[in-house]
């Protein structure tokens, strides 16, 4: 038996440094979008929350004002809604 090796082929060191590189640059930009993703998901609470305030504030004023009083955000003025 004739004892050869074979001889394993490699990239250059410059292709394989390149290589490393991309793929360094990909998981960097993988965890950025899992960043955003959170940070979305923080935003979207924040809206959730916001609504739900703002759903609380508008029934208060409701009883309070009438249920066809409209306030205007400006001046907060209250008029009635035209029926229509």
Known sequence: ???????????????????????????????????IELHKQSVINDVNELKSQFGLLEKTLMKKYGEKSVVNIKTGEITEKENG
């Open 1 to 35: 038996m004739e004892n050869v090796k074979e001889q394993v082929k490699k990239v250059t060191n410059e292709e394989l440094s390149k290589l490393q590189e991309i793929q360094t640059q990909f998981q960097g930009l993988k965890l950025q979008l899992g960043d």
